[in-house]
């Protein structure tokens, strides 16, 4: 079973929809969560931190449930500029100290 | 926010040869570092865990002979892919962070064997 996984999609979606992401992860001893975004060609970049009491940042809201080990990610009120691939990524630790894992991507393309 | 700096961004090689590729945190230490690779349609994959002045630490079936890594300062980490392949084609990338904060990556080389 892989440590980190989405559901790769792709999700195609129109302005305005609203589009939820899901996670699940293997290892329990997962310290941390995190969505990653990353666009076409480009580094991943950090879109938001996952807790247990659930953050929002704007039209970006991330749950975290340990006990079943899901993350979500639920996306409102969709722009063009949300289409990209997020990453789910979970830091546990390792041999070396702790290490972030990826998800393989969940790809969103929006369209007017 | 913090900058890493990923250099070269695209690189090709004859096979056979060897390529650096630097990682350098421009303005944090970066006392972790990580390297991936990622292949067209796949996820980050990684490749090794760096700590400043140790060993680096290598996910199973990433040949450490192949992939060399070298963590020397708290600001520089360097992959050096010794005997390319046309196989060993992909995007890699290195990620830095301080202890246990926020992970920023560089923007990547892609490499090309030919």
């Not at chain 1, 293997?26 to 991943?44: G, H, I, L, M, V």
């Not at chain 2, 390529?19 to 994959?45: G, H, N």
Request: overall charge neutral; proline content about 3%.
């Amino acid at each position: 079973r892989k440590e980190v996984e989405q559901d790769p999609g792709p999700f195609n979606v129109p302005e305005g929809a609203t589009v939820a992401f899901n996670c699940t992860y293997s290892n329990s001893a997962s310290q941390s969560f995190f969505w990653y975004r990353q666009d076409c060609r480009k580094e991943p970049k950090l879109l938001m931190s996952v807790y247990s009491s659930g953050n929002e940042d704007g039209r970006f809201t991330a749950q975290l449930n340990r006990a079943s080990q899901y993350i979500s990610l639920l996306i409102r009120d969709s722009k063009l500029s949300d289409s990209a691939t997020y990453l789910c990524v979970v830091n546990l630790l390792n041999q070396a100290g702790t290490a972030l894992i990826f998800g393989k991507g969940t790809t969103l393309s929006v369209s007017s | 926010g913090a900058v890493v700096s990923q250099h070269p961004s695209r690189v090709i090689c004859k096979s056979g040869t060897s390529v650096k590729i630097e990682c350098r945190s421009l303005d944090f230490q970066a006392t972790t570092m990580f390297w991936y690779r990622q292949f067209p349609k796949q996820s980050l994959m990684l490749m090794a865990t760096s700590n400043e002045g140790s060993k680096a630490t290598y996910e199973q079936g990433v040949e450490k002979d192949k992939f060399l890594i070298n963590h020397a300062s708290l600001t520089l980490s360097t992959l050096t892919v010794t005997s390319a392949h046309p196989e060993d084609s992909s995007f890699y990338i290195c990620s830095a962070r301080d202890l246990n904060t926020e992970a920023f990556f560089g923007q990547g080389t892609r490499l090309t064997v030919v």
